[in-house]
């Protein structure tokens, strides 16, 4: 059986969380700020200056929940997913390793892939689901300040074509993840995979 082959690195959608409330923090302070500015410069009452008051209060609880998420995620910290696609005409596997930057980490044992449909409308929003999904046991291999996680998922041809419909108005993709509790705390990590990294090229 002839296999075409890949390999590609993905960071976790966790890592741009926390960055995300804090360039919405920044962008609202900014805003304040030279709305403030504007107001002085123009000798225009003060009174104005109270409305911008709620815009630097929301400015302040995005800092804090990007704060919070940047803590939340250095817990586990970075976590590089090295992924390796073997595609023949009857199936496709997904094989890899999950770097973790801790000694001796055994906190989960296994894997989660899914596929995942989100629909468009302009009425209600996106909105996802998940359309088929498998788990696997991870292995785990202790290193000398690092832990090595390696999996193999089997993905079915069929629902690799399911997901691969470029007339819909839908969009697909393939999600790796897993969670765990530390510290009263949920960590999850989750890799989002193109459904073209899928695909024989």
Not at 27 to 45: D, G, H
Request: contains cysteine; positive net charge; hydrophobic residues 45%.
């Amino acid at each position: 059986m002839s296999f075409i082959s890949n390999a590609a690195v993905i960071n976790s959608q966790e890592k741009s969380v926390g960055k995300v409330f804090y360039i919405l923090a920044g962008l609202m302070f900014t805003v304040c700020l030279l709305s403030a500015i504007s107001i002085i410069r123009n000798e225009i009452s003060l009174k104005p200056l109270f409305f911008i008051t709620p815009f630097l209060a929301m400015a302040g609880l995005f800092f804090l929940i990007g704060k919070f998420q940047n803590r939340k995620f250095m817990m586990l910290g970075l976590t590089p997913l090295t992924l390796h696609v073997e595609r023949s005409s009857e199936s496709t596997l997904l094989s890899g390793t999950i770097l973790i930057k801790q000694p001796d980490f055994q906190r989960i044992t296994t894997l989660k892939l899914s596929s995942i449909c989100t629909s468009h409308s302009q009425t209600t929003g996106n909105s996802a689901a998940e359309l088929w999904s498998t788990t696997t046991t991870v292995e785990i291999e202790l290193q000398a300040g690092k832990s090595l996680l390696h999996f193999r998922f089997h993905v079915p041809k069929d629902e690799i074509i399911r997901t691969n419909n470029p007339l819909s108005n839908n969009s697909f993709h393939w999600e790796i993840g897993f969670q765990y509790v530390y510290r009263m705390e949920n960590i999850t990590r989750t890799w989002k995979i193109p459904v073209k990294m899928l695909l024989a090229s």
